[in-house]
């Protein structure tokens, strides 16, 4: 257990339909990423927040795609209007980042919340 | 384009033996190397990280190499053990990138009894 939980652990969902996902970080990390992961392949990224900031997205974050961090602690993945291609494991990390360090900070990784879209 | 690359995709060795995971990157500008672990349906595991000054590190029965220079890496897995069955992925992070990570596709690794 790293200390990052994720909620729900399975979704499954039909087609055209909303789903959100809530991830806790480790409480004292300023950071927080979300990755998508597809079987057989390594995670990619998709966002990331500085305590409340969201400072990137991922062009394959599509408009469907909204996540928050109002208060600089949990965060949620929202997805509207599911589609089959969305079916992946959705993971998050969390990390603290200390000033001038450029971001190399070790990251810890929730259990992923598994997607599935019928 | 940055990419990390792993070979072999998978790789079936018997218990105790030894073995090792390759990983090329064109990460640029580097900033750090990191080996994970990840279990089938759980989140990736931090086993070692590395930066550039660093060509060696080990944990346990894990030791990662890193030839910044020709930008390779390699995680040498000694005395297998059942537990070890799972994906290994090679990551790696660019400078003033948010901490933003790149991913290998990872090394299924299966040890067999």
């Known amino acids: 257990d790293t200390g990052v939980s994720q909620d729900p652990r399975h979704k499954i969902t039909k087609r055209g339909q909303n789903v959100t996902f809530r991830c806790d970080p480790i409480?004292?990390?300023?950071?927080l990423y979300w990755y998508r992961q597809t079987l057989g392949q390594g995670p990619e990224f998709l966002t990331y927040?500085?305590?409340?900031?969201?400072?990137?997205k991922s062009r394959l974050l599509s408009d469907r795609f909204s996540a928050e961090r109002p208060k600089g602690s949990f965060s949620t993945l929202e997805i509207q209007r599911t589609e089959q291609g969305d079916s992946a494991m959705y993971l998050c990390?969390?990390?603290?980042?200390?000033?001038?360090?450029?971001?190399?900070?070790?990251?810890?990784f929730g259990p992923g919340t598994r997607l599935t879209v019928l | 384009k940055n990419q990390v690359e792993q070979s072999p995709q998978s790789l079936i060795i018997l218990e105790g033996k030894n073995c090792t995971l390759q990983?090329?990157?064109?990460?640029?500008?580097?900033?750090?190397l990191r080996w994970y672990k990840q279990d089938t349906g759980r989140g990736p595991v931090s086993l070692t990280i590395?930066?550039?000054?660093?060509n060696t590190k080990s944990n346990g029965r894990y030791t990662a190499t890193l030839d910044a220079d020709t930008k390779q890496s390699s995680l040498h897995i000694t005395a297998s053990q059942l537990s070890d069955s799972a994906s290994y992925i090679c990551?790696?992070?660019?400078?003033?990138?948010?901490?933003?990570?790149?991913f290998g596709q990872g090394t299924e690794l299966s040890v067999k009894p």
């Open positions: 927040f500085q305590n409340e900031a969201q400072l990137e």
């Open positions: 409480s004292e990390h300023n950071r």
């Open positions: 590395m930066t550039f000054s660093e």
């Open positions: 990983c090329n990157y064109t990460v640029s500008p580097f900033s750090n």
């Open positions: 990551v790696v992070s660019a400078k003033n990138q948010g901490g933003k990570l790149i």
């Open positions: 990390a969390s990390s603290l980042e200390i000033l001038g360090t450029g971001g190399s900070n070790e990251q810890f």
